[in-house]
Structure formats: C-alpha cells, structure tokens
C-alpha cells in the first residue's frame, strides 16, 4: 500500500519539475534569443504585416450588389466595429490575461499545462492571442522544432511593443481561420450563422472561439459530434469564469450547432453568365486590373475591390422572363439575349442560356459563335450603302442563282432553295430577306469589304482582326457569306446593331462603368469615345431600310412594338432551321436573340412542343422575333419613342446593281427582214404589200458592266458597279 501512495507522488513531481522547467525556458528565452543576435549590428525589426486578403463585391448600374469574388472568405472589421460582447467572448475562450500580459503568459501556459495534464483531451491552449498573430503572419511555414517557440515568444513581445493590444486583437479577430474557407470573424459570422459580425450574440461568439483550436476537427457541419463535445468544453469554460451561470450553462448544451454553410440574406449570390463573363474579362481579355495575370488574380480575389457593372439587373430580370418564352424540350434547345446600351455599348443584358449551374451548365451562348442565316445580311447592307447604294436601287434576287466562288473557281455557289424575287428594290429585298439579292449584293459589293465592314462594326474583345485562329475562327469571305456561313456570337450581332443605332458609331461592347479600391479610391473608370465606322448618313439610310422587315410587313413583323415606336431589325434562319436569330433596335437598345440546340446544329423541325406553340419550324421570325419582343416591350415601357433623323435624300437617279463577269448589258440590234431565197420556203411575216419576207431576231450584243471590286481594295467609299435602270441586263453569256 505504501509503495502505491508513492506512485501518485512521483508523478506529481515528475509534472512539476516539467512545469518548471517550461517556465524557465519561457522566462529567459527573450534573453537568449537577444544573446543568439547580439553579433547583429542593427536591431531585429518585425516586417509590417500583409494587406489583408479582402473579397471584391460586384455592382449593377444602380449599385445594387450583384455579386462577389474571393479565394479565402476574408471580410475585414475594423475593431471599432466589432460587438464588445464578441471581444469579451474570444478573449474569455482564448487569452482571457490578454490586456494584462505583454504578449506571453507564464501562468497561462502553466494553467493549460496542467489542465490538458489533467484532461481526456486538451482544453485550453498555451499560446497567447499575441502568439497567435505572430504564428499567423511571421512564422507561416517553419519547422516546428524548438526555435521556433522560442521566435514566436520573441517576436511576440515585439510585436506587443509595436502595436496596441487593440491593433493586435483587431488583426487577430481578422486573419484567424475558423474553416470552411472563413478568415476573420466577419466571415465566419456569415458562414456559420448567415449574419454580420455586428449582430453576433455572446453565445455564437463563444461557439465560434471554439472552433479557432481546430477548425477542422470541430467543424459543426463535417464533425457535428466532436464540435459538440469542443462547445460543451467551451460552456464549461464559460460557467468557471463567470461569464454564465449554471443555470444558463445547463440551456446552452442544448444550444442548435450551425449545420450549413451560410450567407447573408441579402448576399444570397450564384454564379451567372454575367459574373462569369466579367471574371473572364478582367482576367483574360483586359488590363484594367494589371499588366500581368497574377496582378490581376491578386486584385480581384484578394483586392477588396468596388466593381461598378454596366449590368441592369430590371433588364436582366425581364431578359430571363423572355427567354422563357421558348418551351423547354427534350432535345435541349435554348435561347440567349444579348442587350446593349445602343449609345455606349455598355451590356445592359446577357442571358446565356437557361440559367448558369456549374460543371452541368456552363457554356454562355451570349458569347459562343453560331451560324447566322441571313442576320448577316445587316453588315452587307450596311457596306453597300456605305458604298453608294441607295433604298430604290435595284437588283435581281431571282433564283436559282448560280454565282462565282472565290474559294473554289471551279465550284460556283448556287442557291436553290430559297424565297425569289425579281429586279427589285433593294428595300424588298431587305424587307423579304431575298438570299439570291443578297448573295449577289455581297460579291457587288466585294466580300473582302463586307468582312472588313463587319469587324469594324462588331469589334469587340471577343471579335477583331487578325484575331488568333486558336482564339476564334475568322470571319472569310465566303461566297455563302449571305446565307450565314461565317459564325457569329449573339454579342457580335448585339455590337452590329449598337453601331447602326447610334447612327454609325461604333463601342466595343463593355462591363465596367468604374472601379474603386478597398480604401475607396477611385481606380478605373471606363473611357471609349467611340469610333465612326459609318457615315451617319448611311447608317441612316441602312436603319430606315430595315425598319422594313418589322414595319414594311417583313419577315420580321411579329417583333413589332404595339405602340408602333421606331425600331430596326432582321431575321436569320440557319439552313435546315438549326439556328434562328432575331437582332434589332431602338434609339436605347441594340438586341440580338438566338434559338437553337447549344450542343450541336440540330434542325428545328417538327418539334412537338414548338408545333403546340404554332411553329412546326423554328425560323427568326418566329421564336426569336417573339423573345426579342417579349423583351424590349416592357425594356422600353418607361422610355420616351425616340426616331432616327431622315437620311439624306439620294445623291443620284436610282440605279441597278449589277454583278460583273455575272452580269452584263444586253444591247439588241434592230430586226432585219430579207426576202427568202427559196420562193416556197414559209413565210413569217406578211408585209402590207403581200410580199413574203423573213425577220431574223434581234442580236443582242453583251456588253461587260465593268469589272468586279479588287479583293485587295477596302475603301469603304469605293463605288459600287451600277448600270442605269433603264438598261436590259442579262447573264454574261
């Protein structure tokens, strides 16, 4: 029995001499570690700390926030702002001597010493919350081996000297990790408790104090059992200090642990097309956030920065209603919108597709390229006036029409299945969207020049010239240009459109009105004076020659407004309808919609659920005309009806266009009657005085109408091949 009572007190012993000698190294490890530096000849400086990691929020035009981007959830307080009840819990937890020690605690570590000595599990930690801080900022990294206690002890009565016991509990109560990607009490209250760090309670302070000893291990939402026992630990703590009674100890075991990750109701943000757009752009298509990518990660993850959007989020909202004019389907067919302020470019609208859910749903139709049927014919028509045609030109948009190929000499392109018209204006033909017309216009007008005017009219960061072929296929001038063989995004076709509304000026379509700093500075502001790229007079001219598909009974007319207020547009229909497009404007808005299948060209045919809605075929002038609609009547329901001026009257007599080397003048002789040498042969004509006599037909003499645009020449003012009207025109044969 004696030898057992001695057992006790050899290990008791055995503790006590560990606890000295653990107060002796904490006692003069400042001494030694100033000794260990005194061949030094300047004094050992504590670096300044590192800007906090702060998340950067994002803004619609009316500065309603919209979203947010971060790596680490770091929402830093100024200690002004934080709860003294907050304070009084961390430090009741954590280092309830803080305001009294200068950075170590003797009797604190032998406090924790002894009660983890005496616990299943440890209880209470021996670094101070100075410690901590410097454990956090300076020593990230080392190896922790015996100097390293012996820095964080040094560098903490430095720092003590240094900073305020609030600066120090301020930067502290902000970088300490809680999990589940929270730093800093501002974050942690909104993950855990979906609050601000001003509304905390006491008690979800002392719960969230609790989680700073292993924010994994006592994770509520991963390990719901063990951060139940850490919270009965920290009730317990609470109760010997007085800061609870036991009463009140007992109602908190029942306290209801966090079991989801939070956020605040008013930042209740998903990913969208837009956010994801506007993330691509400030990181890969601009330099508005540095000259080098890991500049611009570092200042939109970690920045705090203050972006102001061009997003209108009412548009928005009635963009996506519209969009939802198009039924789903099993075969996944979708619609897009594209808005732009039509005097700025700024994107007012993008709705990519039927809402952004991510690794299921993420490719933005806004920006993918598709075939355009003849929506295209906008930036042809726009490069023949810009050349000299006029409204009432005339051109043959008869088929089948049988015209060079360019790429191919040997293989000329026809076109057989479309609508036909004859020799007429080129107003119905627009109105009409005659293919034959417009495939003939666009090698009059030179297809060189026609890619040309359209990369200037739709110049954006997603389209320009001499763009890298790995980037984007470039726009060719395909002798199929007119019938939509080049691939354009609904973004592309929004920036045609803006350019003709603001009467030839061109803006790049763009996402940012301005950006402001975390300290408030003003730091970008978005500047584009615009570039004309038309004539305003032929933009003019070309805006008044397609009001004609939606107010001249076009192909367009189901996108007319009910209150008849001025606006533009064109319809395109891919080849076996397996793209359709609507694009269009006001004097406010430049829009363009698309319909189709996002993962392949599949035909829109015989749809059971778009039959239903009275389309057995999907054609621009239907569903796209009908979201377009949908969209820009309520858009425009506040604004006044703005018209575009008259264009210029004509400069000259209307004229027919004509394709050279396709087309030539047919000049007849007179007819020739001669007698018959054979006196029995039939006669064809009786003359008055009885006298048999044959006529021969006229001779038509082919006469060239000149020669075609070299591909070379992009002078958009270059003149277009034209003849009279009056002429006889006829195939160059």
Excluded at 675 to 691: F, K, Q
């Amino acid at each position: 029995m004696r030898l057992l009572g001695l057992v006790p007190r050899l290990l008791l012993i055995v503790a006590a001499g560990a606890l000295l000698i653990t107060a002796t190294v904490v006692g003069v490890a400042p001494r030694l570690w100033a000794s260990v530096n005194a061949h030094e000849e300047l004094p050992v400086e504590l670096p300044d700390f590192e800007a906090l990691a702060q998340r950067t929020y994002v803004y619609d035009v009316s500065g309603q926030e919209i979203g947010f981007y971060e790596l680490e959830n770091s929402q830093p307080i100024a200690y002004d702002d934080i709860p003294a009840n907050v304070v009084d819990a961390f430090l009741t937890v954590e280092d309830k001597e803080f305001f009294g020690h200068e950075g170590i605690n003797v009797r604190s570590l032998v406090r924790a010493t002894l009660s983890n000595f005496a616990s299943d599990a440890p209880q209470q930690g021996a670094s101070t919350i100075t410690m901590q801080v410097v454990k956090n900022d300076f020593l990230a990294g080392l190896e922790r081996d015996g100097r390293y206690k012996v820095l964080q002890i040094h560098y903490a009565r430095m720092l003590e000297k240094k900073l305020t016991k609030q600066q120090i509990l301020e930067r502290y109560l902000n970088t300490v990790f809680f999990g589940n990607n929270a730093y800093g009490i501002s974050a942690a209250a909104e993950t855990y408790f979906g609050k601000r760090a001003q509304d905390l309670t006491f008690t979800e302070a002392a719960f969230l104090a609790g989680l700073v000893r292993s924010p994994s291990g006592f994770d509520p939402i991963n390990e719901p059992e063990r951060s139940r026992a850490r919270w009965l630990q920290v009730v317990s703590r609470l109760e010997d200090d007085g800061k609870v009674t036991p009463v009140e100890a007992l109602a908190l075991q029942d306290f209801v642990l966090p079991s989801r990750v939070k956020t605040l109701p008013d930042r209740a943000f998903e990913r969208t097309y837009f956010t994801e757009a506007l993330r691509d752009y400030l990181l890969n298509r601009s330099d508005v956030l540095g000259d080098t990518y890991q500049e611009r990660y570092n200042q939109l993850f970690r920045g705090g920065l203050r972006i102001h959007t061009t997003l209108d989020a009412n548009l928005q909202s009635l963009a996506e209603q519209a969009r939802g004019v198009l039924p789903d389907t099993p075969e996944g067919f979708d619609a897009s919108i594209v808005s732009l302020d039509a005097t700025s470019g700024a994107v007012r609208v993008m709705v990519g597709g039927r809402g952004f859910v991510p690794n299921e749903r993420e490719v933005n139709m806004a920006l993918s390229p598709r075939q355009t049927g003849s929506s295209i014919k906008m930036f042809i028509l726009s490069a023949a006036v810009q050349a000299g045609a006029q409204q009432n030109d005339v051109l043959d948009g008869t088929k089948p029409c049988t015209l060079p190929n360019p790429d191919e000499p040997s293989k000329p392109f026809t076109i057989t299945d479309a609508v036909s018209r004859g020799v007429v204006t080129l107003q119905e033909h627009t109105t009409r969207s005659i293919n034959c017309a417009f495939a003939r216009l666009s090698q009059i007008v030179g297809l060189n020049r026609v890619v040309d005017t359209t990369y200037r009219m739709a110049h954006s960061t997603y389209l320009y010239k001499d763009q890298p072929a790995t980037e984007r296929e470039p726009i060719r001038p395909y002798a199929s240009f007119a019938t939509g063989a080049n691939e354009m995004a609904p973004i592309d076709m929004a920036a045609g459109v803006q350019t003709l509304a603001n009467e030839g000026v061109h803006h790049d379509p763009y996402y940012v009105d301005f950006i402001d700093n975390a300290a408030g500075e003003r730091v970008y502001t978005h500047l584009d004076p615009g570039t004309q790229v038309l004539d305003r007079d032929a933009a003019l001219a070309t805006v008044e020659i397609m009001k004609g598909p939606i107010y001249g009974g076009g192909t367009g007319r189901g996108a007319a407004f009910d209150d008849r207020r001025p606006a533009f547009g064109k319809t395109g229909t891919q080849q076996d309808n397996t793209n359709a497009w609507f694009i269009g404007g006001t004097k406010q808005l430049a829009t363009a919609v698309w319909v189709g299948d996002p993962n392949a060209y599949t035909p829109m045919n015989g749809i059971p659920a778009f039959s239903a809605r009275g389309y057995p075929r999907v054609q621009g002038g239907t569903f796209p005309a009908d979201i377009w609609k949908a969209f820009m009547e309520p858009a425009h329901a506040f604004l006044p009806a703005l018209d575009w001026d008259r264009p210029a009257p004509p400069k000259r007599a209307n004229a027919r266009l004509v394709l050279p080397g396709n087309e030539c003048i047919l000049k007849y002789a007179p007819p020739v009657e001669t007698v018959p040498a054979d006196p029995n042969a039939p006669t064809t004509t009786l003359a008055p005085d009885a006298t048999t006599t044959t006529t021969l037909p006229p001779v038509a003499e082919v006469i060239p109408t000149g020669t075609t645009i070299p591909p070379d020449v992009l002078d958009p003012n270059a003149p277009l091949p034209s003849v009279p009207i009056s002429e006889i025109i006829g195939p160059c044969v």
